[in-house]
Each structure stands twice: as structure tokens, then as C-alpha cells.
T-cell receptor, first 113, second 111 residues
């Protein structure tokens, strides 16, 4: 069972470069989200989607874009990478509203030089 | 706004010791409360949850009780094992669109 799959697992960028973190889930979950994990700060929500064609901002959306063209995929785009975006990024999905249980991918470690 | 505060780590225990990781929350209304665990190199996975006051969540020997009067959801285990070494996150969810996580507590269990 694949669950939530993130690629790449590791990435090094230079300041100003752009890239896309991929996230795919095979559980037919309506809800998908992106978090970043920083030491001492836990996980913070970047963007989320409650279904195909619907996205919204979370707690820390600046510098990131998302789209949701299918139920399965929810890519996260960094438009112009900055050192402050060095972090571990997690994609998560949930089967529906108000269950609260999130299923996480294994994470993508991004370093911006 | 909604937020979670959990005890800072790291916590180091000997095998078979008793574990408590404190978690308190601030929220409007009645959120659902969760403990997630992150093993090295992996994503978070749900450990246990409670959806209303006085509910007790339990799994793998871990327990936590939703205390509305003290706005707390402390994680406990009577006898920890080396395999319990991980980072533990307390979290709350009010409308499923914004799960709020604590900063995480790293637990190391030594044989």
C-alpha cells in the first residue's frame, strides 16, 4: 500500500531557484495539505485543499503555491527559493472533514543555499 | 487562536520507566485532540486521539485523557521500551482544515 508518496526526498537549491515538491496519495482522500517542520516549532500548515480545484492558505503560505487538478496529486511550488525555506516538508491527507486524522508522507528535506 | 503547548525535551528514560509528556491546549469550542509519533526518518503517524471531554485515547500501551477543566491531554505509558524512542507531537483539530501541532518532544529510551 503506497499511501502518501512524496518526491524528491532530498533537494538542494540555490537562492532564487524554483522547484516543485510532488505529493500523491492513492487512498481517494479529499483533504490534502502541506506542512513544514522546523526545529522547536513543530509542524506549520502551508496550504491545504479540501478537494480537486479547491485550495486555501494555511499559517505560513508566503513563497509557496499549490494547485489541485486531481484528487490524487497536490504539488507544492517554491517560486523563488530563500534560505528561510530550508526545512523538512510533509504532505498529509485525510479521508474527509472533521475526522482530524492525517496520513503523512515520509517527508522531503530541502536545503536552500 | 488555537494552539498547543507541550513539554520541551529531550526526555531520556531507562527501559521500563514511566513516561509522561505534558500537553496543554488553547482553543475556542471543543477541539479533537491527538498524539502523533515520528520515528527516525519517517513521517508522522497517529498514535491516539480523543474527540470529547473525558475521552481516553489509547494505543500500544500509551494513554491520554481529554481534560477540559485543565485543558490538557498528557501522554503516559507505564513501561517504555527502546522501540518507543521517537518524537511525540501533541495536536488539536477544530475544523479539520487546520491541525495545530506542538513543537514535539524527543524521547530516547536507553536499555
Amino acid at each position: 500500500n503506497a499511501g502518501v508518496t512524496q518526491t524528491p526526498k532530498f533537494q538542494v537549491l540555490k537562492t532564487g531557484q524554483s522547484m516543485t515538491l510532488q505529493c500523491a496519495q492513492d487512498m481517494n482522500h479529499e483533504y490534502m495539505s502541506w506542512y513544514r517542520q522546523d526545529p522547536g516549532m513543530g509542524l506549520r500548515l502551508i496550504h491545504y485543499s479540501v478537494g480537486a480545484g479547491i485550495t486555501d492558505q494555511g499559517e505560513v503560505p508566503n513563497g509557496y503555491n499549490v494547485s489541485r487538478s486531481t484528487t490524487e496529486d497536490f504539488p507544492l511550488r517554491l517560486l523563488s527559493a530563500a534560505p528561510s525555506q530550508t526545512s523538512v516538508y510533509f504532505c498529509a491527507s485525510s479521508p474527509g472533514s472533521y475526522t482530524g486524522e492525517l496520513f503523512f508522507g515520509e517527508g522531503s528535506r530541502l536545503t536552500v543555499l | 487562536g488555537n494552539s498547543v503547548t507541550q513539554m520541551e525535551g529531550p526526555v531520556t528514560l531507562s527501559e521500563e520507566a514511566f513516561l509522561t509528556i505534558n500537553c496543554t491546549y488553547t482553543a475556542t469550542g471543543y477541539p479533537s485532540l491527538f498524539w502523533y509519533v515520528q520515528y527516525p526518518g519517517e513521517g508522522l503517524q497517529l498514535l491516539l486521539k480523543a474527540t470529547k471531554a473525558d475521552d481516553k485515547g489509547s494505543n500500544k500501551g500509551f494513554e491520554a485523557t481529554y481534560r477540559k477543566e485543565t485543558t490538557s491531554f498528557h501522554l503516559e505509558k507505564g513501561s517504555v521500551q527502546v522501540s518507543d524512542s521517537a518524537v511525540y507531537f501533541c495536536a488539536l483539530n477544530y475544523n479539520n482544515n487546520d491541525m495545530r501541532f506542538g513543537a514535539g518532544t524527543r524521547l530516547t529510551v536507553k536499555p
